[in-house]
């Protein structure tokens, strides 16, 4: 119940076209959804997060969609470009809690 | 830089042997954490410290591993008789927020191989 189900593994994608993430959680507690963006040698990074409040959340290229009623969340990324070549994490938690549930990640390659 | 810091960068060692980590947080964050990260197997996470102490070691996999933070600050992992199922890569990061409704800040990792 504590899992973060992520998919696909991999995705490769033209440049401008739209990659989706997929992620699906079973924990109804959780209430807040981050996605992660990691660069090979780096660590993860805060790309955008989301609470179930809302159904969508947008900065710049990046759009989180989320359906709270199906227990899923997407990552959208608009215009696609090389530089955005990285593995995505999704992650959930809840509110107090002190362990961020991380999904199995997503290697995104864009190709020029 | 004011960023997450960790060493070594990669770290070999031979099985059966005791490695030590270290990661040094980002000055004023009081939360630290750390993670491991293996071949398509996501972030798993390993302990939680809020100061020095340490509410949740649940992901700690075996008692082989241990980890401690002295002084609010710097934090050692330390695994024990190592495994060749060790082998990863050990993400240390911290948060100036007490839960994990906050972003988290990540070092590059140590890459641990276990021969």
């Known amino acids: 119940q504590q899992q973060v189900k992520q998919s696909p593994q991999s995705l490769i994608v033209q440049k401008g076209g739209i990659p989706i993430i997929n992620c699906a959680y079973e924990n109804t507690a959780f209430d807040y959804f981050p996605w992660y963006q990691q660069f090979p040698g780096k660590g993860p990074a805060l790309l955008i997060a989301i609470r179930p409040d809302v159904s969508e959340k947008k900065e710049g290229r990046f759009t989180i969609s989320f359906n709270k009623s199906a227990k899923q969340f997407s990552l959208h990324i608009m215009d696609s470009q090389p530089g955005d070549s990285a593995t995505y994490f999704c992650a959930a938690s809840t509110q107090g809690a002190q362990k961020l549930v991380f999904g199995q990640g997503t290697r995104l390659t864009i190709n020029p | 830089g004011a960023g997450v810091s960790q060493s070594p960068s990669n770290k070999v060692t031979e099985k059966g042997k005791d490695v030590e980590l270290r990661c040094d947080p980002i000055s004023g964050h009081t939360a630290l954490y750390w993670y491991r990260q293996s071949l398509g197997q996501g972030l798993e996470f390993l302990i939680y410290f809020q100061g020095n102490s340490a509410p949740d070691k649940s992901g700690l996999p075996s008692d082989r591993f241990s980890a401690e933070r002295t002084g609010g600050s710097v934090s050692t992992l330390t695994i024990q008789r190592t495994q060749q199922e060790d082998s990863a890569v050990y993400l240390c990061?911290?948060?100036?927020?007490?839960?994990?409704?906050?972003?988290?800040?990540f070092g590059e990792g140590s890459r641990l191989t276990v021969l």
């Open positions: 990061a911290s948060s100036p927020w007490d839960s994990y409704t906050g972003e988290l800040f």
